[in-house]
């Protein structure tokens, strides 16, 4: 099976006298590729990535996952995928070493010990392994946050903001471990990030989501062209604030001088 997801008409409402969060959400996404999940805040994108981590159930729709319906047998992709968020914070009070180590047993790793070594010497954790994780910089954080997710060698990896709140060499050096670690084992990666930059260098296609719905998809490089625009943040904006113009007006927004 190439496909690694695969979500089909994927409806999430909380109220009937409410619009939906997500609504009718369609795409697949393939081994071995990075997809972008965009929008501003409220477009949705916390809300898909609860239903595919099986923490929220949908309305309607589907959800396949290295295989497995997510509705029926979703414990079995679990096992082989893994999340990670800067906003979830591991417990304070025990070591880096001792939360993998928890982590390694939920997800019953084989040679746990071996296996938080390697991560320990790829996300440079030695130094400050068997500190108090509450005891961290956000950076580190950051690198143990990668660490728990990369813990069950997943196939399948959703990451929500990785790099927020992090200085510019920090966050390149997360980018770059999630590019190797990608390269390295045909990793599926469900990136949600606000960082256009990080996005253009990250992933092959983006879907752009508004009021749940995707409103524009592509290669970043494809949608800056379509556009006319400089980069994708500018491309982010348009649709943000609905101001998309026409290829005979292409390079004037609502506001801009004529």
């Avoid at 309607?60 to 906003?87: C, E, K, Q, V, W």
């Avoid at 930059?197 to 524009?216: F, I, N, S, T, Y």
């Amino acid at each position: 099976m190439t496909q690694a997801l695969i979500v089909e008409k994927l409806l999430k409402t909380y109220a009937p006298d409410r619009p939906p969060a997500v609504d009718g959400l369609d795409f697949t996404l393939a081994r071995g590729a990075t997809m972008g999940l965009l929008g501003g805040n409220g477009a949705g994108k916390t809300t898909t990535i609860a239903m595919l981590l099986g923490l929220l159930v949908p309305t309607s729709g589907r959800i396949i996952a290295l295989g497995h319906d997510m509705a029926t047998d979703r414990f079995a992709a679990l096992a082989r995928m893994n999340f990670s968020s800067p906003y979830i914070a591991l417990p304070h009070r025990i070591s880096v070493r001792e939360n993998l180590t928890v982590y390694g047993h939920l997800y019953n790793v084989p040679g746990l010990k071996r296996r938080i070594a390697q991560l320990a010497e790829e996300l440079q954790l030695t130094d400050f392994i068997d500190r108090p994780a509450g005891e961290l910089s956000a950076g580190q954080k950051t690198r143990v946050a990668l660490a728990k997710a990369l813990i069950n060698t997943p196939e399948l990896l959703l990451l929500d903001e990785p790099t927020a709140s992090l200085d510019p060499d920090t966050g390149d050096w997360v980018r770059s471990s999630i590019e190797r670690y990608r390269a390295a084992t045909g990793c599926a990666i469900l990136l949600a990030s606000h960082n256009m930059a990080e996005v253009e260098r990250l992933c092959g296609h983006v879907l752009m989501l508004k009021q749940g719905r995707v409103v524009d998809e592509g290669a970043p490089a494809d949608l800056v062209a379509r556009y006319g625009r400089e980069d994708l943040e500018q491309v982010f904006l348009d649709i943000a604030r609905g101001t998309r113009v026409d290829d005979d007006t292409r390079g004037t927004r609502d506001g801009d001088a004529a």
